[in-house]
């Protein structure tokens, strides 16, 4: 994960290394003026991997035609529309 100084140059570290960081560390790092600004504020994420070309196998969906009509609906007996629904 990327960590900013106070100076405003960030500092790659591991998870464990930002644990372990103390206040003596990161003024050790600032003293060095250590570190690389960064202008992106994408740098690291996700945004910016190479995204792959992604293959979709359509070969799974039903076409209508192959589909028979069933006439006999599951809700048939839970909801009976053919009655009159004003009250």
Known sequence: MYFQLPTGKTVYLTIEEYLNLTDEDIQYLVSLDYGESILNPFKG????????????DFTFIIND???????????DDIIDLSDNLDM
Not at 45 to 56: A, G, H, M, T
């Open 45 to 56: 994420s996700i945004v910016n991997k190479s995204i792959e070309d992604k293959e979709y």
């Open 65 to 75: 035609e192959d589909i028979e009509e069933d006439s006999s609906c599951p809700f």
